[in-house]
């Protein structure tokens, strides 16, 4: 359900598609499809890169009891948060609610936007339109961090092609997270 193979797919005949438990799968539109396989080399189910990034796992607690109460990550995502934007031309993607009470991923431009990305939210976020608007983003020159889960880092890294010096990734502990339909 990262959505990287609808992004890549030359015909836009991929569509993204909620089965009954509310999960999103793939489908492909066979009639409108020329078997390029690009959404087979950017799967990161189907698709096993040389994976050279260095991958550190890190322990933090935050001294600010403040962050502590506002957080459920020990007050990392606000300590990542508070660095990125102490540099200029930066932004942070991450989940929040929006104003139905939709778990979407989204894009902030200031530390006071960013925080509406604190806190757990135990349902998969809609990522619909993000890896378009971070590499959109990266190529701009801009500082970039991504929080999400592993399977939506992974589908940004291959949809990516590339790595870029100026992208920061942060992945949540999912645990699998639940159906949409099971928060509605």
């Known amino acids: ?6 992004y890549v797919c030359p015909k836009k005949c991929i569509t993204m598609k909620e089965d009954h438990e509310g999960f999103i799968y793939p489908v492909v539109d066979e009639t409108n499809c020329v078997h390029c396989n690009k959404c087979l080399t950017v799967c990161s189910n189907t698709y096993k890169q040389d994976d050279k990034r260095k991958i550190t796992p890190f322990g933090i607690v935050h001294n600010s009891k403040d962050v502590l109460n506002k957080s459920t990550s020990g007050g990392t995502f606000y300590a990542l948060v508070a660095d990125l934007f102490n540099k200029s031309n930066s932004v942070c993607y991450g989940a929040a609610y929006d104003e139905k009470l939709e778990v979407k991923h989204m894009r902030a431009e200031a530390i006071e936007d960013a925080m509406k990305f604190m806190g757990s ?27 999400g889960t592993p399977c939506m880092t992974a589908g940004l890294y291959t949809y990516l092609k590339r790595d870029a010096d100026n992208l920061i990734t942060c992945n949540i502990l999912c645990h699998s997270n639940p159906s949409p339909k099971v928060f509605a």
């Open 1 to 6: 359900g990262c959505t990287a193979c609808a």
């Open 121 to 147: 939210k135990y349902v998969r976020s809609n990522i619909d339109g993000i890896y378009e608007l971070v590499k959109q983003d990266l190529l701009a020159g801009k500082n970039v961090l991504f929080t």
